[in-house]
């Protein structure tokens, strides 16, 4: 059996947010295109990722004044490039409970992809199907 390459499997192309954005902001983005991560960029190249869990923890903890998306954002996130098996991706985002994979282009490191755990959820129902699929016949 051929194990997909991740750029096979992702989301693309992924919603970027800026790293002086109002995290209000960045909250309205992830609500209105029902997403929960934005890849973070600065002059077009990646710094770290947010999700609506770093948003709603920084919202328990806010004081006076707006934070900005670089004060709450992870930076470096876990980075693969498209021809990374998923299988290792998988794991990896088992191991290390990762939410998501940034897949970046190798040439250019411009982010061309997002592998979330929903994809993740998606790809392995898939996977079952077709077996499942594959004995009935």
Do not use: W
Not at 86 to 113: F, R, W
């Amino acid at each position: 059996m051929k194990i997909p390459k991740i750029g096979e499997v992702m989301s693309r192309p992924p919603r970027t947010i800026g790293e002086d954005i109002p995290v209000s902001k960045a909250k309205a983005h992830m609500q209105r295109d029902r997403i929960r991560h934005l890849p973070v960029l600065s002059a077009g190249r990646l710094v770290g990722i947010i999700s609506d869990r770093d948003i709603r923890i920084a919202e328990s903890f806010q004081g006076p004044g707006e934070l900005l998306v670089k004060d709450i954002m992870t930076p470096e996130p876990y980075v693969v490039s498209e021809d990374e098996p998923l299988d290792e991706v998988l794991l990896t985002m088992a191991d290390n409970k990762y939410g998501c994979a940034l897949v970046q282009h190798p040439d250019s490191q411009v982010v061309i992809g997002i592998f979330t755990d929903t994809d993740a959820l998606r790809s392995f129902g898939e996977y079952l199907q077709k077996q499942i699929q594959s004995r009935a016949a």
